[in-house]
């Protein structure tokens, strides 16, 4: 048994969805297929959802009408559908009579955006599964709503794991007594009332995570149209080349700090119970892949390079810290208020250097602080970090990394809270050029030797 995800660009069109399809048909083994919504649909279904928060409700009706019209034209390209058309009509008759009503009640609570977000994965889940039927493969199809089961924190849902084992059970296993391919939506599932639910960022990855836990499935493969987990961007260094393996720690850290091609919530369910998770490339299924394991075979020390941008350095001196107990706390507290991560700390007898994302509430932030500190922040520095499992405790590591840096001003360092990354902060004009630097020094000069 696998599970087997999809995202956005490998269900853009029909091109791709018939190129999904030859993906299934590479081995005969039992698959559950989770899909995200056709490339597009889920921002546009965003900018709907914002146009009625604004009370521009026929802009918004405009807007449906668009992203009915994407998920039609596929249908109809894929030609050999046959019950998608009027169950896409259908789906998009329920929105266009709930906008009328949201108008006259002049608010849209989270329950009710859930119900609009939902609406590209319930369709091209059943697009896709209508598809492969149509095509003679035998393909069940499953509502996700029905299966997987959330609490009722709309918009953010978080998975009753139990619950949706018993619905898995109940409901996915059965049709795999009739078929090797079963078909169901990411990103949704519905809370104890039966109300739809969506579960935030990464969550159709996420929703593979669990089903794939439920399922005690061999393998997790996320389909992207990506070469794996890279060494690091490779719109910064054009020498990057794919990571053949991580731990699940590495994987998060790289994560954490900046690259996107994978959530660490999104798989953890999965590491943690012994399944791999393998991150593969839609346009060449052939590659190898990134594969993740809850440990990775240490072939090198340093793994990749992650960097994110447009962060702030909040510094914080009071004499007040000297000698007592209490201050980090009410420091904590502003930042716990104000819903804001913080990403590094470093810390001296009178000082509190910590950084968060400009795109938070920073003014406020520091607002509150100056009222019992003197404060001041840098802005437009950016996170670099060098990400491996067990460099904190490999000599030399340290010392290359400044050693390869050392004509460029490093505003913070970050050693020893985690035993798999060196973190350190530079002024964004300097970011691409360290990223250069560092990966010429860990991966290029190392290939050349």
Known sequence: MKVLKFGGISVKDAPAIRKLKE???????????????????????????????TKKYDTASETAGKVEQICLNIAKELRSCKVSERFIT????????????????????????????????KISSFVLADFLNSEGMNSGFIDASGVIVTDNCHTKAAVD?????????????????????VVT?????????????????????????????????EVLEIWKEVDGIMTTDPRIVKNAIPVESLSYTEASELAF??????????IRAAVMEGIPVIVKKTSDPQF??????????????????????NITIINICSEKMLGTYGFLSRVFDIFTKHRTPVDMITTSE?????????????????????????????????????????????????????????????????MGASEANISI?????????????LHREFFEKERKE
């Open 350 to 414: 009178i000082n509190i250097s910590v950084t968060v994302d400009s795109n938070g509430p920073v003014s406020d932030i520091i607002r509150e602080l100056s009222e019992f500190s003197s404060v001041t922040a840098t802005e437009n520095v950016s996170i670099i970090s060098i990400v491996g499992e067990g460099i904190k405790f490999t000599s030399g590591i340290a010392g290359r990394c400044f050693g390869s840096l050392k004509d460029i001003n490093i505003l913070m360092v970050s």
């Open 23 to 53: 993906i299934l048909l590479l081995d005969d083994s039992k698959k559950l297929v989770v899909v995200s919504a056709f490339f597009g649909v889920t921002d546009l279904l965003s900018e709907l959802v914002g146009q009625l928060k």
């Open 185 to 217: 939506a990411g990103f949704i599932g519905s809370d104890p009332t039966g109300a739809t639910t969506t579960l935030g960022r990464g969550g159709s990855d996420y929703s593979a995570s669990v089903l794939a836990v439920c399922l005690k499935a």
């Open 257 to 266: 700090f900046g690259a996107k091609v994978l959530h660490p919530k999104t």
């Open 425 to 437: 902060i530079v002024d964004q004009s300097d970011m691409e050029r360290c990223v250069t630097l």
């Open 161 to 181: 794991l139990d619950k949706t084992k018993a619905a898995v059970s109940g409901r996915i296993a059965p049709l795999f007594e009739h078929s090797n391919i």
């Open 90 to 121: 259908e789906k998009f008759c329920e929105i266009k009579t709930l906008i009328p009503a949201l108008a006259l009640l002049g608010e849209i609570t989270d329950r009710s955006v859930d119900m609009f977000m939902s609406v590209g994965e």
């Open 288 to 309: 190898q892949g990134t594969t993740i394991n809850r440990t990775s075979p240490v072939t090198r020390k340093v793994k990749a390079i992650a960097f994110h941008k």
